[in-house]
């Protein structure tokens, strides 16, 4: 019978963090970034500082963190090495969306995308959380170049400027998102920005 011991610890593991996650985003958005501490934090979830510090190793990763990487490097692996790298990229963002916002929604914004868009206000009204996520770019833009699997350097230039070019959009679709309180689908705004970007047939059916 195979050891499943890895598998509930990953899963606690990913509970703990949507637990203190969540608690972080809504004291930050009750209080006020600035005035809310990683003890407040840790207090709200039920674990010690520590523990938050483990899963978490700055505050501003307590608003930035996400699985974003992980779903847009999947989808790319999933993708065919025969379509131009713009739809590779494209699609695979607008998928990675999908997972994270819940998918369909009926009339009103769903659990993920309340969640979702109370991140990316604090992102867009806190300037140390603004400066931190150009990190967060350009990890996931690495992660975009490995999952696509170039190692040749001419091929991982454009590469890398595929990745780049396709985050800009998706950064056009997100402050869009938030600025129109996520009445707008998601996954159909970042489609759209492509298009604008690239044409129709970028993000379009795979």
Same mark, same amino acid.
């Given at each position: 019978?195979?050891?499943?011991?890895?598998? *509930?610890?990953? %899963?606690?593991?990913?509970?703990?963090?949507?637990?203190? %996650?969540?608690?972080?985003?809504?004291?930050?958005?009750?209080?006020?970034?600035?005035?809310?501490?990683?003890?407040?934090?840790?207090?709200?979830?039920?674990? /010690?500082?520590?523990?938050?510090?483990? +899963?978490?190793?700055?505050?501003?990763?307590?608003?930035?963190?996400?699985?974003?990487?992980?779903?847009?490097?999947?989808?790319?692996?999933? /993708?065919?090495?025969?379509?131009?790298?713009?739809?590779?990229?494209? =699609?695979?963002?607008?998928?990675?969306?999908?997972?994270?916002? &819940?998918?369909?929604? &009926?009339? &009103?914004?769903?659990?993920?995308?309340?969640?979702?868009?109370?991140?990316?206000?604090?992102?867009? /009204?806190?300037?140390?959380?603004?400066?931190? +996520? *150009?990190? =967060? +770019?350009?990890?996931?833009?690495?992660?975009?170049?490995?999952?696509?699997?170039?190692?040749?350097?001419?091929?991982?230039?454009?590469?890398?400027?595929?990745? /780049?070019?396709?985050?800009?959009?998706?950064?056009?679709?997100?402050?869009?998102?938030?600025?129109?309180? =996520?009445?707008?689908?998601?996954?159909?705004?970042?489609?759209?920005? *492509?298009?604008?970007?690239? =044409?129709?047939?970028?993000?379009?059916?795979?």
């Amino acid at each position: 019978m195979p050891d499943q011991h890895p598998t *509930l610890r990953a %899963q606690r593991r990913a509970e703990t963090q949507r637990v203190i %996650q969540g608690h972080a985003v809504r004291l930050f958005t009750e209080r006020g970034y600035g005035a809310t501490t990683v003890t407040d934090v840790a207090e709200a979830a039920g674990v /010690s500082p520590m523990t938050v510090y483990r +899963h978490f190793p700055t505050k501003e990763d307590l608003v930035l963190v996400d699985q974003r990487g992980r779903l847009v490097a999947e989808r790319i692996a999933a /993708s065919s090495a025969a379509e131009p790298l713009v739809r590779r990229i494209g =699609g695979a963002l607008v998928d990675a969306a999908a997972a994270l916002t &819940g998918g369909a929604r &009926g009339d &009103g914004l769903t659990a993920e995308e309340r969640f979702l868009l109370a991140r990316l206000r604090l992102m867009i /009204s806190t300037p140390a959380l603004r400066a931190k +996520h *150009l990190d =967060g +770019h350009y990890a996931l833009q690495q992660a975009i170049v490995e999952a696509l699997g170039v190692t040749e350097p001419e091929a991982a230039f454009q590469a890398q400027a595929a990745a /780049s070019a396709c985050l800009a959009a998706l950064h056009t679709a997100l402050v869009r998102w938030a600025g129109d309180d =996520g009445r707008t689908e998601l996954p159909g705004l970042i489609a759209k920005a *492509l298009a604008a970007a690239f =044409g129709d047939d970028v993000a379009g059916p795979r």
